[in-house]
Structure formats: structure tokens, C-alpha cells
């Protein structure tokens, strides 16, 4: 018994077996751009939140398969765009906001639970009798619209005034064995996006809105200890089928602009 124990556990991909170096989290020390080229909504594009790291896998011994990559979740989200005295449009992540999770996915909505398919992942199917080296990347950034007048109006009048986005993620650098689910959690990272952006929409389309506040990102932080991935960060849905749209009037009830898909 003792000689089949000892093969199977040395046929066993362990976190002390997987070399991890280059580990690399940073956001892009530029401002966020605002572009008012359009007449019915204000864009604006925030820098890059990158990560990549160099991986050394060892031989897979038997018939499985390997991912390792990037997965990501929203862990906070504010994200409010007011329109004076009227009130304020704003995304938002019911269960998150409510508590019932403690984050949502952020993968692409197709290749769960990974954030993207290209650079973000390594797919390595066994057996192999030598290790394997590689990268994995990804990046990541806002660039939404939002209407110069009230989202729940038929009037085309810019109203807008300011709009305030303060959001959190987790991601994590994982080994997952397809075949059985085992997950090892190789590297966590935690980064902030924070966006806030001052607007008078009496003036010319073009000079209307400017960015105050800070001009660049607090840097990500690596962190030295590895940090569980809730369940929901693994499945369906992601933040972006979730986030619900609401007008939430000064006076009135609030309303569903854009529900959840």
C-alpha cells in the first residue's frame, strides 16, 4: 500500500511544484481621457490595469489537463452619474450591493471562469514528461458612455453634472486541473479604478466636463498571502450581465432603466 500511495502522490501537480517569478500589477500613470465629440453622450476612457507573470509548470503525469491563467472579480462598485437637482443615474451590482455575495465574476462571459482566452490563459494537457514555460497577461480598463440628459427623458438638454465611479476587484493568478476542479491559487492581487468627473452642461459641447480629484491611480497591490476565490467568481453571471441600471429621482420613485440580461 505504502508503493501506491508514494506513485500517486508523486503524480500529484502540487503548489510547491509551480514556479511563479515576473510577477508584474501595475495601472497606467496617465489621466483618464473624456471625449465630448458626441451630442448625446459623454465618454470617457481610464488607463490600463495590466498583470502578467512567468509560469514554469512541471510534467503532467497523467491524462489531464491544465489551465492556468487570470481570473477576476468585482469585489465593490459605485458608479453614480448625477443630473443636478434631478436626480441620479446609477450601474449597479444588486446582490454585491445588497451583500448577498461577496463578489461577481468578471470573466469575458464566455470563457468562465477565466477572465479572457488569448494571452490571459495557458492550456496544458497531459501526460507531458518535461515542464513547461510561459506567460499569461491581461489588461483591463473602463470606457463607457453616459447620456448628457436624463437617461429616463425623451428631452435631448445635457443635465449632467458629475459623474463618480469608485470600483474594486480581486484577481488571481490560478493553476486549475480541469478533469477534477482542483484549484491552486498561485498569486493575488487586489487594484482600484477610481473616476471622477466634473460637468456644466450649459456650456459648448467640447469644454463642458473636466476631470477632478485625482489625475492617477493608486498602484495595484500583490499580495503576500493567497486569498480564497468566492464561488461566485467562478460562474455565471458576470458583472456585466448583472449590473442593473436605475434612475433614482430626488423626488419619486426609483426606476429600472436597463435590468440585468
Same mark, same amino acid.
Given at each position: ?14 503548489? =510547491? ?17 473624456? =471625449? ?60 454585491? &450591493? ?95 479604478? &477610481?473616476?471622477?468627473? =466634473? ?8 469644454? &463642458? ?53
Amino acid at each position: 500500500m505504502g508503493c501506491i500511495q508514494s506513485i500517486t502522490c508523486k503524480a500529484r501537480i502540487r503548489r =510547491e511544484n509551480i514556479v511563479v517569478y515576473d510577477v508584474c500589477a501595475t495601472i497606467d500613470q496617465c489621466p483618464t481621457l473624456i =471625449e465630448e465629440s458626441s451630442p448625446i453622450v459623454l465618454r470617457y476612457k481610464t488607463p490600463y490595469f495590466k498583470a502578467s507573470a512567468r509560469v514554469v509548470m512541471p510534467p503532467i503525469p497523467r491524462n489531464e489537463t491544465w489551465v492556468v491563467g487570470w481570473i477576476q472579480a468585482c469585489n465593490q462598485m459605485e458608479f453614480f452619474n448625477t443630473y443636478g437637482d434631478l436626480g441620479m443615474s446609477s450601474w449597479e451590482l444588486p446582490d454585491l &450591493r445588497e451583500g448577498r455575495v461577496k463578489a461577481i465574476s468578471d470573466s469575458d462571459g464566455v470563457s468562465y471562469p477565466w477572465y479572457g482566452n488569448t494571452t490571459e490563459t495557458v492550456t496544458l494537457v497531459g501526460p507531458t514528461n518535461k515542464i513547461s514555460r510561459f506567460s499569461v497577461s491581461m489588461n483591463d480598463n473602463f470606457y463607457p458612455s453616459v447620456t448628457w440628459a436624463v437617461p429616463v427623458s425623451d428631452s435631448n438638454v445635457p443635465l449632467l453634472t458629475r459623474i463618480k465611479r469608485d470600483q474594486s476587484f480581486t484577481t488571481w493568478l490560478v493553476a486549475m486541473n480541469t478533469t477534477t476542479k482542483e484549484k491552486i491559487i498561485l498569486q493575488t492581487i487586489k487594484w482600484r479604478m &477610481r473616476v471622477d468627473i =466634473e460637468v456644466d452642461p450649459l456650456q459648448l459641447l467640447g469644454h &463642458r466636463a473636466r476631470l477632478v480629484g485625482r489625475t492617477q491611480q493608486e498602484q495595484p497591490k500583490i499580495l503576500n498571502r493567497m486569498e480564497p476565490i468566492p464561488p461566485n467568481a467562478l460562474v455565471k453571471p458576470n458583472a456585466n450581465d448583472a449590473q442593473v441600471l436605475m434612475w433614482r429621482p430626488k423626488r419619486g420613485q426609483p426606476l429600472v432603466v436597463i435590468p440585468p440580461k
